[in-house]
């Protein structure tokens, strides 16, 4: 925080610096409708103009530094009783019914009460992003109330886009390469060699320069198209009249439905030049297959294995829901959780430090870990968004509205060796 002294005083010199100012233009003799100022008077009141503008920078200077004091005292992400807690009573969410419904373009619809053909647009980020900030909520002490709302967090907070570091691009496909392979073959390198350029040196005048070793980097070009996933949704005029039904639609079906497209289309889908190739159908991702007499938490840490010998640190791991229920119910000898205390201490899904996304986008019968960010890359286009409007078919006559939410994005995958598909093999009792 800004020392409130040091303001006050520079505020105290400011305010007699521009009565002075006032005091010397008190002093100008006019002459015939034009100011006679002496020398001595202009270079007076330059000066104290210019000792005004500088004690005014100070004052300006200083309210900068409690700006920056502020900024820097906040907490980096949401605390830990936040996150213990989930969302409280009174607390912040906005999701992207609370943008749709605070955008311009909605306030102008309803303040003409809808009458206008409304053509309404919301964004958001590309992420599943949700804050946690202070609150208050005031009722009446006395009597009783009904209070209804409705359930605002999605039913699905993580999805598979929340393990890649965000990224935007303004292009419509990308060029890029992919490693198809990689010899490494760095190694020590004498100062001198013998003729042959390895073997020790002779101290014949046939010794050369020691060669370093050429290693191998196997490359192919890639075309990245951005992929458009979007859906229709039709429904009664009405409901644009309703905030609380209105938002909830908005999060609950139109946003989670291109998000539960999204996941899918990530892991699985089949490029043909105009869709993404998801991780499941890119070439050179490699394969693990478990074995029985590993429980299922165990096979998951073989097959970050090879991700690691691959040189590739394993930033996060996708199952299906189900999956990862037997991972979490694993029992050790004694009859304790492996897996479940690490939920329990702090909210956070992880299993052999690296988080987890559970979808129902992943078969029962494999997972996907990897490098999210370093071996693959997501690219957003243009974020999930909404438009509204009447003006489809015959929506005027039956008084019906169309919303389409839809986003753009790319993926881009240059080093599929760092990505593992696993199948699940039931372990031996």
């Given at each position: 925080?800004a ?12 305010a ?6 006032d ?14 100022v ?12 210019r ?47 609370d943008?749709?419904?605070e955008?311009?373009?909605?306030k102008r ?7 206008d ?7 958001m980020?590309?992420?599943s992003i ?28 993580m999805?598979v886009?929340?393990?890649f ?5 303004k ?13 490494n073959?760095?190694a ?12 020790a040196?002779?101290?014949?005048d046939?010794?050369v ?11 192919e070009?890639v075309?990245?198209p ?24 908005i ?9 539960f497209?999204?996941d ?43 991700s690691?010998l ?13 999956m990862?229920?037997?991972v979490?119910v ?5 009859g304790?959780?492996?897996?479940a205390?690490q ?8 299993v ?5 996304v559970?979808t129902?986008?992943m078969p ?26 009447s003006e489809n ?7 019906v ?9 790319a ?7 760092s ?11």
């Amino acid at each position: 925080m800004a020392d409130k002294s040091l303001l006050k005083s520079l505020q105290g010199q400011l305010a007699e610096k521009s009565a002075e100012a006032d005091r010397i233009a008190g002093t100008f003799k006019e002459e015939n409708g034009s100011f006679v100022v002496s020398t001595e008077q202009r270079d007076a009141y330059v000066k104290t103009v210019r000792d005004a503008q500088e004690i005014k920078g100070l004052i300006d200077a200083a309210s900068n530094a409690d700006d920056i004091g502020q900024y820097l005292s906040e907490p980096d992400a949401v605390p830990a009783a936040g996150q213990h807690y989930g969302t409280p009573s009174g607390a912040e969410y906005k999701s992207l019914g609370d943008m749709f419904l605070e955008s311009d373009a909605y306030k102008r619809a309803a303040s003409s009460d809808f009458r206008d053909r409304p053509f309404i647009r919301a964004e958001m980020e590309g992420k599943s992003i949700w804050s946690l900030s202070a609150g208050t909520q005031t009722h009446q002490a006395l009597g009783t109330g009904q209070q209804l709302q409705m359930t605002e967090l999605q039913r699905r907070k993580m999805h598979v886009r929340d393990l890649f570091p965000s990224a935007k691009t303004k292009s419509a496909y990308l060029l890029g390469v992919r490693e198809t392979g990689w010899v490494n073959n760095a190694a020590q390198v004498r100062e001198r060699t013998a003729a042959d350029g390895t073997s020790a040196p002779t101290g014949a005048d046939t010794d050369v320069f020691g060669r370093a070793p050429r290693s191998k980097l196997t490359l192919e070009p890639v075309m990245y198209p951005v992929a458009e996933v979007a859906h229709l949704i039709d429904a009664h005029k009405n409901i644009l009249s309703d905030d609380a039904r209105l938002k909830s639609f908005i999060n609950s079906r139109l946003t989670e439905g291109v998000k539960f497209a999204e996941d899918f289309d990530l892991l699985h889908s089949v490029g043909d030049g105009q869709k993404l190739t998801g991780l499941f159908n890119i070439p050179g991702v490699q394969q693990y297959t478990g074995v029985a007499k590993d429980k299922y938490s165990v096979q998951m840490r073989r097959a970050i294995t090879k991700s690691l010998l691959a040189e590739y640190e394993p930033t996060g791991v996708v199952l299906s829901p189900s999956m990862w229920e037997q991972v979490e119910v694993e029992e050790d000898s004694t009859g304790a959780f492996r897996v479940a205390i690490q939920v329990a201490v702090g909210a956070v899904k992880q299993v052999w430090r690296i988080p987890v996304v559970e979808t129902t986008a992943m078969p029962d019968g494999q997972y996907l870990l990897g490098a999210f960010g370093m071996g693959a890359q997501l690219y957003d286009r243009e974020n999930v968004s909404v438009t509204v409007s009447s003006e489809n078919s015959d929506n005027f006559e039956r008084g019906v509205i169309t919303f389409r939410a839809d986003e753009r994005l790319a993926l881009e995958c240059p080093r599929p060796e760092s990505f593992v598909i696993g199948t699940w093999t039931t372990p031996t009792p």
